[in-house]
């Protein structure tokens, strides 16, 4: 059993001079509120893999971060760190009176939810999350520096590193910030192919990035450079660890966690740290799952949560 998000109803917020974001909202409006919180960073809410909540009950409401989706300006970084995001679902939860909702997501978007939660865990019913990163140095530093991922996929982290020239992840955060912002419409669009392509290791096999359309590849750059501009400044979070050093602050909020065991993006060793800090996580670890939000089985175990919280 899968439902659909139907005729969402479409909002746009000013939340500063610069950015204007995209809200969804759909479902119930008498029912529980669910916040949806999208992975990237940059990559925007795709409704297709949100089919495990089911709108005739749920209130569901999908933000587009800033630069991503259709946000406005797209790709744009200035005025564009985590504390945006955080404050822009603040802003979003009054202008649509919500007082308190569940919040799920995955991925980046669960650096994004359980930093919510720790700031406002007042108006956070529960966490519902899947293929879990937290933001730390280690889980960076197993994507960009040599001897993590990199061993799973030689071939493609040749490409990511010019044939191994970026041989740390200093010079290869340097290189793509660089890289991704140049005037030179053929230097940037060659360097997101390549970061992209690394990002999309252990998810739907390596893409055809030559089959996409203009917009498409312009949605492209943008994701890119938005991820590398995160990934670059420690996701922007204030310390080292933070959200596993700040779980004992949102211990009385219920997490449920949907985890693949295969998930090479990010390993289930973080959220297991985390469980353990929390005392108040549920942990479901899926054999042979990877990363891919689009996985059934991830799916169908969300839906499960969500449908045991109507009871």
């Not at 950015?19 to 509120?33: F, K, M, Q, T, Y």
């Not at 630069?67 to 564009?80: M, Y």
């Not at 660089?178 to 990002?199: C, F, G, V």
Request: hydrophobic share 40%; net charge negative; glycine share 8%.
């Amino acid at each position: 059993m899968s439902f659909a998000i139907h005729n969402p109803v479409e909002h746009y917020f000013q939340v500063s001079e610069l950015h204007r974001i995209r809200v969804l909202e759909a479902g119930n409006p008498s029912g529980p509120c669910v916040l949806f919180v999208h992975g990237g960073p940059g990559s925007g809410v795709n409704t297709d893999w949100i089919d495990y909540l089911d709108c005739e009950h749920y209130r569901v409401i999908l933000i587009d971060q800033r630069g991503a989706g259709k946000s406005t300006p797209l790709g744009e970084l200035a005025e564009n760190t985590l504390t945006d995001l955080i404050n822009d679902i603040e802003l979003v939860r009054q202008q649509l009176n919500v007082e308190n909702w569940y919040i799920t997501g995955g991925s980046w978007g669960s650096v994004v939810a359980l930093s919510y939660a720790i700031q406002f865990p007042h108006h956070t019913l529960g966490l519902i999350i899947r293929g879990v990163f937290l933001g730390s140095r280690s889980e960076i530093d197993w994507l960009y520096a040599p001897g993590g991922a990199s061993r799973f996929y030689p071939d493609v982290w040749a490409r990511f590193t010019l044939n191994n020239q970026l041989d740390n992840q200093v010079t290869i955060f340097k290189h793509y910030s660089q890289a991704l912002n140049n005037k030179h419409a053929q230097i940037s669009q060659d360097a997101a192919y390549r970061w992209m392509e690394w990002a999309s290791i252990s998810m739907f096999g390596l893409p055809d990035f030559n089959a996409l359309s203009p917009t498409d590849l312009k949605k492209l750059q943008a994701k890119a450079r938005i991820m590398c501009h995160y990934l670059s400044q420690n996701c922007f979070l204030p310390s080292e660890d933070f959200i596993i050093s700040s779980a004992h602050l949102i211990k009385t909020i219920p997490t449920w966690v949907i985890q693949g065991r295969a998930d090479l993006i990010c390993p289930p060793d973080a959220i297991w740290r985390f469980a353990q800090a929390h005392g108040n996580t549920r942990v479901k670890f899926l054999e042979g799952i990877g990363h891919a939000p689009a996985a059934l089985e991830t799916r169908e175990a969300l839906r499960d949560i969500f449908e045991s919280l109507k009871r």
